[in-house]
């Protein structure tokens, strides 16, 4: 009988450890963040190489490392394509940096430049472009 009570005993403990760290968790996760992002809307090129599009999306991943204040970087399809006058926008790219210095020296860092141009293989001009400071 003490063999079971004890079981119960330490799932019941085990139970409240579990949702304890969920709970702190949410909290984290629910707060405003102060950071800024700098979002884009674009079109692929329609048939460029998958491969062009991998590399594009490496390279991405390594502004992260090379920008200062360059928090993280998302590339992906858009969950519906998003039409501006007469462009339908099929792809999203999303920046999260420290703050707004940070998202300012982005735009002259001398790692943009390459970037830009391993981009350029796999989208067409003319992307909608904005950022959302974070309050």
């Given amino acids: 009988m003490r063999h079971r009570f004890d079981g119960k005993i330490l799932l019941l403990v085990f139970a409240g450890l579990i949702f304890t760290a969920g709970w702190l968790m949410g909290q984290q996760s629910s707060r405003n963040e102060k950071t800024i992002i700098h979002a884009v809307a674009w079109t692929a090129v329609e048939g460029a190489p998958q491969e062009a599009m991998e590399d594009f999306k490496h390279s991405t991943a390594g502004l992260v490392d090379a920008i200062p204040?360059?928090?993280r970087a998302w590339v992906g399809k858009l969950r519906r394509p998003f039409a501006v006058g007469?462009?339908?926008?099929?792809?999203?790219?999303?920046?999260?940096?420290?703050?707004?210095?940070?998202?300012?020296?982005?735009?002259?860092?001398?790692?943009?430049?390459?970037?830009?141009?391993?981009?350029?293989?796999?989208?067409?001009?003319?992307?909608?472009?904005?950022?959302?400071?974070?309050?």
């Fill in 69 to 71: 204040g360059l928090r």
């Fill in 86 to 135: 007469d462009v339908s926008h099929t792809h999203g790219l999303i920046f999260e940096f420290d703050d707004m210095q940070s998202r300012e020296a982005y735009s002259q860092h001398p790692s943009r430049d390459p970037w830009m141009q391993v981009w350029g293989k796999v989208r067409v001009t003319r992307p909608v472009v904005f950022d959302v400071i974070g309050e």
